[in-house]
């Protein structure tokens, strides 16, 4: 799979999208999942099946159904750099160890400073402001390898829109 998701990637290159996933379903279905900054259109889809195809058969991918589509309003988080641009964003992570006997977490990613000129820049802490109590905000520092997983987790009114 870790071949498949290199090879997708490669694929994608210089196509303005961003690989967020890769899955295999039953009956021969591959799902790929995309992401732009502006948000992905139904073009970008079209783009991507058209490349991929032709890309997965030159490679002898054994699939029967290709999807590509966009991740969504709750978005996996699956690396650093998505922690990076999603910094100010409401957030949903799970850590892989217990923080005051809690391992889920909701609330507004912080991203840290960034290192100064010619310091040693070791593992990023990210900070996740929360209301812990009511009018009561404390903020949870972590690294992106304390991270069991990740996803957006935006409030959404009645109508679809974000608030």
Known sequence: ??????????????????LVDI?????????VTIDRPEGVRIEDCERVTR??????EVENI???RLEVGSPGV????????DLWRFAGERVEIK????????????????A??????????GAAVFGLEFEAKKNETQVLNFTFDE???????????FKGKKR
């Open 95 to 110: 850590l892989r160890e217990a923080v005051d006997n809690r391992k889920v977490y909701t609330g507004t990613l912080v």
């Open 147 to 157: 991270i069991d997983r990740a996803k957006l987790d935006p409030v959404l009114d």
């Open 23 to 31: 899955e295999r379903a039953a009956m021969g279905l591959l799902r």
């Open 112 to 121: 840290p400073e960034p290192a100064p000129q010619g310091t040693a820049a």
């Open 51 to 56: 490349q991929l195809s032709r890309v997965y």
């Open 1 to 18: 799979m870790a071949d498949l998701y290199a090879l997708t990637e490669q694929a994608l290159a210089g196509m303005d999208v961003e």
């Open 74 to 81: 709750d978005r996996p988080l699956r690396s650093e750099a």
């Open 62 to 64: 054994d699939y029967r």
